[in-house]
């Protein structure tokens, strides 16, 4: 289970160092690798969540070393199925104090069949300051068996006074080389294996997407021809809305059937709100905060989505001011190398860190609520004018 954390071998031992520790802590000896709570953090795709779950297989495990991924408990924990593991993963822009609260009631129970109880965090970033705060007692003062795992792009991603409560471990960005290589060991053609694995950037996710997906290698070749698409207004304002529209789009594909279940199981339980039977059970309301929830999701998707189109852009300027300072270093979009000789050359180095500038602009503005399609009408036209 460990074999899907790519060049973490550092991380790797340390929180096998803590497993077997824990061990040592249920059996009352001392445990100096072993503690109640974990910070995990690394960028975009290092695989921090998937270390955090396989840390708690290993604390949950029934083999004499820690860890084997085989047994039933690690393999329910690797399914996200383990009684004694909550896994929270926040499809919206934020945990909020609600959420946090009924996790610090579930942390005061005692296990009810593993070895621990185990609360995995995955985006630890998005607790907002009231959550982080409710948290803190009992990362102060943990129950005995229970074991805080979170997980934040960055330390700073997450309040002094919760990641002071915590021990950390940071992955690194995999190297192009390794994702190339876990590629190539699922049968991605070399020369695709390459390919992907620079153009995700560390991401070990999106190179098995982009692999896998022919619709997502049309999607970022869509993204890196915007710089040839803002030499007009006109053009720029088309390109920016193409990029959103195509987040809706995604966010669209990823959410309309579920949220027609959803819609049918609530409507099942609550009657429908069109109807008096329906009024009177309070189903009004019930749909009123299932439609809020589905909008924060599909707000999630579409920053989500753009945030990688914002990626892509980065990459390929560096790209650009690669080639207009020299340097003798690999392209990461080596298949839009004339594009970027092109624009290299008719524009300056200080232009070009301005237009990544605009680029970065964006994703700060749509993180700040800005609406995304004046955030990317602002960054296109940015771009052209750098």
Same mark, same amino acid.
């Given at each position: 289970?460990?074999?899907?954390?790519?060049?973490?071998?550092?991380?790797?031992?340390?929180?096998?160092?803590?497993?077997?520790?824990?061990?040592?802590?249920?059996?009352?000896?001392?445990?100096?690798?072993?503690?109640?709570?974990?910070?995990?953090?690394?960028?975009?795709?290092?695989?921090?969540?998937?270390?955090?779950?396989?840390?708690?297989?290993?604390?949950?495990?029934?083999?004499? @070393?820690?860890?084997?991924?085989?047994?039933?408990?690690?393999?329910? =924990?690797?399914?996200?199925?383990?009684?004694?593991?909550?896994? =929270?993963?926040?499809?919206?822009?934020?945990?909020?104090?609600?959420?946090?609260?009924?996790?610090?009631?579930?942390?005061?129970?005692?296990?009810?069949? +593993?070895?621990?109880?185990?609360?995995?965090?995955?985006?630890? %970033?998005?607790?907002? /300051?009231?959550?982080?705060?409710?948290?803190?007692?009992?990362?102060?003062?943990?129950?005995?068996?229970? =074991?805080?795992?979170?997980?934040?792009?960055?330390?700073?991603? @997450?309040?002094?006074?919760?990641?002071?409560?915590?021990?950390?471990?940071?992955? !690194?960005?995999?190297?192009?080389?390794?994702?190339?290589?876990?590629?190539?060991?699922?049968?991605?053609?070399?020369?695709?294996?390459?390919?992907?694995?620079?153009?995700?950037? +560390?991401?070990?996710?999106?190179?098995?997407?982009?692999?896998?997906? *022919?619709?997502?290698?049309?999607?970022?070749?869509?993204?890196?021809?915007?710089?040839?698409?803002?030499?007009?207004?006109? +053009?720029?304002? @088309?390109?920016?809305?193409?990029?959103? *529209?195509?987040?809706?789009?995604?966010?669209?594909?990823?959410?309309?059937?579920?949220?027609?279940?959803?819609?049918?199981?609530?409507?099942?339980?609550?009657?429908?709100?069109? /109807?008096?039977?329906?009024?009177?059970?309070?189903?009004?309301?019930?749909?009123?905060?299932?439609? *809020?929830?589905?909008?924060?999701?599909?707000?999630?998707?579409?920053? /989500?989505?753009?945030?990688?189109?914002?990626? %892509?852009?980065?990459?390929?300027?560096?790209? @650009?001011?690669?080639?207009?300072?020299?340097?003798? =270093?690999?392209?990461?979009?080596?298949?839009?190398?004339?594009?970027?000789?092109?624009?290299?050359?008719?524009?300056?180095?200080?232009?070009?860190?301005?237009?990544?500038? !605009?680029?970065?602009?964006?994703?700060?503005?749509?993180?700040?609520?800005?609406?995304?399609?004046?955030?990317? *009408?602002?960054?296109?036209?940015?771009?052209?004018?750098?």
């Amino acid at each position: 289970m460990w074999d899907v954390l790519v060049g973490q071998q550092r991380a790797v031992e340390r929180l096998q160092a803590a497993a077997h520790d824990a061990r040592e802590a249920l059996a009352g000896r001392p445990s100096p690798a072993m503690t109640h709570a974990w910070l995990l953090t690394g960028p975009p795709g290092s695989g921090r969540s998937n270390a955090a779950l396989a840390f708690a297989a290993a604390l949950e495990c029934e083999a004499d @070393v820690p860890g084997c991924g085989t047994c039933h408990a690690c393999r329910t =924990v690797l399914e996200r199925a383990h009684g004694d593991v909550r896994v =929270v993963e926040s499809e919206t822009l934020s945990l909020g104090v609600g959420d946090v609260r009924r996790l610090v009631h579930v942390a005061q129970e005692r296990p009810a069949n +593993g070895r621990w109880t185990v609360l995995l965090l995955e985006q630890a %970033d998005r607790l907002t /300051d009231e959550a982080a705060n409710a948290l803190l007692k009992t990362l102060e003062e943990p129950p005995p068996r229970t =074991v805080w795992l979170l997980c934040a792009p960055t330390s700073e991603d @997450v309040l002094p006074t919760v990641r002071s409560r915590c021990r950390p471990i940071a992955l !690194a960005a995999p190297s192009v080389r390794a994702i190339a290589t876990l590629l190539e060991s699922e049968g991605v053609d070399p020369s695709m294996a390459a390919f992907c694995a620079r153009a995700s950037l +560390g991401h070990v996710g999106r190179a098995r997407g982009l692999a896998r997906d *022919e619709a997502s290698r049309l999607r970022r070749a869509d993204v890196l021809r915007v710089p040839l698409q803002v030499d007009s207004v006109g +053009g720029c304002i @088309v390109a920016a809305a193409n990029l959103v *529209e195509v987040a809706q789009a995604d966010a669209e594909v990823a959410h309309a059937g579920r949220e027609e279940q959803e819609r049918a199981d609530l409507e099942f339980v609550v009657g429908d709100p069109r /109807d008096a039977k329906g009024r009177s059970r309070g189903a009004v309301g019930a749909f009123k905060g299932l439609a *809020e929830d589905q909008k924060r999701r599909r707000t999630r998707t579409v920053r /989500d989505s753009l945030d990688r189109a914002f990626i %892509d852009l980065v990459s390929f300027y560096r790209d @650009v001011l690669a080639v207009q300072l020299g340097t003798d =270093v690999d392209l990461v979009n080596a298949d839009a190398a004339p594009e970027i000789e092109r624009i290299a050359h008719v524009s300056t180095p200080e232009a070009t860190l301005r237009r990544i500038d !605009a680029v970065l602009a964006a994703r700060t503005a749509i993180d700040g609520n800005v609406a995304p399609l004046l955030a990317v *009408e602002a960054m296109t036209l940015a771009l052209r004018a750098g």
